[in-house]
Nanobody, 117 residues
Framework: QVQLVESGGGLVQPGGSLRLSCLAS???????MGWYRQAPGKQREMVAT???????NYADSVKGRFTISRDNAENTLHLQLNSLNPEDTAVYYC????????????WGQGTQVTVSS
């Protein structure tokens, strides 16, 4: 399985931006990938996904504010977070699923995003 390491989280004021990254231990060319988040006391929810051929999908709550992208040459997944609000506060997790073995999903350890003034 691929190992994933997220980075880029932190404390930001409302209206601010962050860029999260997820570095994979091997080539991600044949992986579908994405981001989930989990706020305290809430279930983990999908934020954005990107297929192996870069088709993207977003949760309604982040459409127009967040952008998911992948850099296959650098084995890295990104999530650009703009116009952040306190409701975006959560631990953000990236995942990777091989397109030929969809039962084998790998998760990163998560990165904390806190939106507060």
């Amino acid at each position: 399985q691929v190992q994933l390491v997220e980075s880029g989280g932190g404390l930001v004021q409302p209206g601010g931006s962050l860029r999260l990254s997820c570095l994979a231990s091997r080539s991600i060319t044949l992986y579908s990938m994405g981001w989930y988040r989990q706020a305290p006391g809430k279930q983990r929810e999908m934020v954005a996904t990107i297929s192996s051929d870069s088709i993207t999908n977003y949760a309604d709550s982040v459409k127009g504010r967040f952008t998911i992208s992948r850099d296959n040459a650098e084995n890295t997944l990104h999530l650009q977070l703009n116009s952040l609000n306190p409701e975006d506060t959560a631990v953000y997790y990236c995942y990777a699923t091989p397109i030929y073995y969809t039962a084998y999903t790998s998760w990163g350890q998560g990165t904390q995003v806190t939106v507060s003034s």
